[in-house]
T-cell receptor
């Protein structure tokens, strides 16, 4: 069974604070993704990666940095957190080949509140 | 550009009612289409994958169909139950860019 683990599951920080969300996958997948989920917007892609050391910009990257240190680990960094970044964040992984039936496997989410 | 549009934001049904959710997509390639379900407090999980070759898929009583002519795909279930209450997302993967595009989700509430 594919596994994606996120930490922390819940985080409260102050405006201007520094936050790192961690994600580890044990699926041997090449692709990893960070999404945010907000009411009325669904899932929006922040950053993604094709492999260790690779980083691609998603649809809503402003205010976020990401780093892929290994094939297993993908981090999302908020260096100056703002209240607009209060959200539920999901990490996901997938294999590279569409025709092999690979799909997205999601973690359980990290809820971030910026006060 | 690539996009998926899912218009139905909230749907409320009674048990044994018929469910139908529609999405449209836009892309220049031949995408793979998915339906994900998200139960309260959990991450989204795959419900169905719809390949262009078959034009349909089925799982857990749900059936997905795909119409290449109208670039639309649908999720349906003949008789919903309370346990089907969840958020349903349609999604598309463009093989050219290996990325996933999601609709905004449909929140289904089934009243017993």
């Amino acid at each position: 069974e594919a596994a994606v683990t996120q930490s922390p599951r819940n985080k409260v920080t102050v405006t201007g604070g520094n936050v790192t969300l961690s994600c580890r996958q044990t699926n041997s997948h090449n692709y990893m993704y960070w999404y945010r989920q907000d009411t009325g917007h669904g899932l929006r892609l922040i950053h993604y990666s094709y492999g260790a050391g690779n980083l691609q910009i998603g649809d809503v990257p402003d205010g976020y940095k990401a780093t892929r240190t290994t094939q297993e680990d993908f981090f999302l960094l908020l260096e100056l957190a703002s209240p607009s970044q209060t959200s539920l964040y999901f990490c996901a992984s997938s294999g590279p080949r569409v025709n092999s039936g690979n799909t997205l496997y999601f973690g359980e989410g990290s809820r971030l509140i910026v006060v | 550009g690539d996009s998926v549009i899912q218009m139905q934001g909230q749907v409320t049904l009674s048990e044994n009612d018929f469910l139908f959710i529609n999405c449209t997509y836009s892309t220049t390639g031949y995408p793979t289409l998915f339906w994900y379900v998200q139960y309260s407090g959990e991450g989204p999980q795959l419900l169905l994958q719809v390949t262009t070759a078959n034009n349909k898929g089925s799982s857990r009583g749900f059936e997905a169909t795909y119409d290449k002519g109208t670039t639309s795909f649908h999720l349906q279930k003949t008789s919903v139950q309370e346990i089907d209450s969840a958020v349903y997302y349609c999604a598309m993967r463009d093989p050219g860019y290996q990325n996933f595009y999601f609709g905004k989700g449909t929140s289904l509430t089934v009243i017993p």
